[in-house]
């Protein structure tokens, strides 16, 4: 059974400090993205990352994809109270048509 | 943007009845998926359906689950006699293609079981 556990589970911090956090798995993925669910919503994609030690930027976010595609982290940099929410990753293995979700990082920043 | 749409949004039932679950994917995606979320747990795949069947399911996913594209644009998850424990919000998404194709979710579907 594929497993991704994220870290931390839960972070508060003031506004505009930096936050990492991490998803990690001892499966090799093929894809991995990264969500943002607010309460009461369905989950929305950030960004999708494919090659082993990819980067991408989306505004004040960096991600990064794992050399060896076991891990992946999101970056935040001088995070905003809008920034708040449920960060979810999600990996699929090759030959598998869905993607399984991780446990979740629930961010609060506060103003 | 196009948008997954689902109905009801909150549907509160009696244990052992019968309920259906409609999702509306985006008109050109070909995969469809159902998820659920138990409160304060992590998102769980359901089933995959692509092609008019189901191509992959999970544990969870037994016989009182099954899942329907009736008219080619409706896409419906019948849970067939609930339980305390189907109490969840259940998401259906699609995507276009397979690959590094991001999910478009739906805002879901709150179902109480009582």
């Known amino acids: 059974t594929q497993l991704l556990e994220q870290s931390p589970q839960f972070l508060s911090i003031q506004e505009g400090e930096n936050l990492t956090v991490y998803c990690n798995s001892s499966s090799v993925f093929s894809s991995l993205q990264w969500y943002r669910q607010e309460p009461g919503e369905g989950p929305v994609l950030l960004v999708t990352v494919v090659t082993g030690g990819e980067v991408k930027k989306l505004k004040r976010l960096t991600f990064q994809f794992g050399d060896a595609r076991k891990d992946s982290s999101l970056h935040i940099t001088a995070a905003q109270p809008g920034d708040t929410g449920l960060y979810l990753c999600?990996?699929?293995?090759?030959?598998?048509?869905?993607?399984?979700f991780g446990t979740g990082t629930r961010l609060k920043v506060l103003a | 943007e196009p948008e997954v749409t689902q109905t009801p949004s909150h549907q509160v039932t009696q244990m052992g009845q019968e309920v259906i679950l409609r999702c509306v994917p985006i008109?050109?995606?070909?995969?469809f998926y159902w998820y659920r979320q138990i409160l304060g747990q992590k998102v769980e795949f359901l089933v995959s359906?692509?092609?008019?069947?189901?191509?992959?399911k999970s544990e969870i996913f037994d016989d009182q689950f099954s899942v329907e594209r009736p008219d080619g644009s409706n896409f419906t998850l019948k849970i067939r006699s609930t339980k305390l424990e189907d109490s969840a919000m259940y998401f259906c998404?699609?995507?276009?293609?397979?690959?590094?194709?991001?999910?478009?979710f739906g805002s879901g579907t709150r179902l109480t079981v009582v």
């Open positions: 999600a990996g699929s293995t090759s030959g598998t048509y869905k993607y399984i």
């Open positions: 998404a699609s995507r276009a293609g397979t690959g590094p194709y991001g999910y478009t």
């Open positions: 008109s050109n995606h070909l995969y």
């Open positions: 359906f692509y092609n008019n069947e189901i191509s992959e």
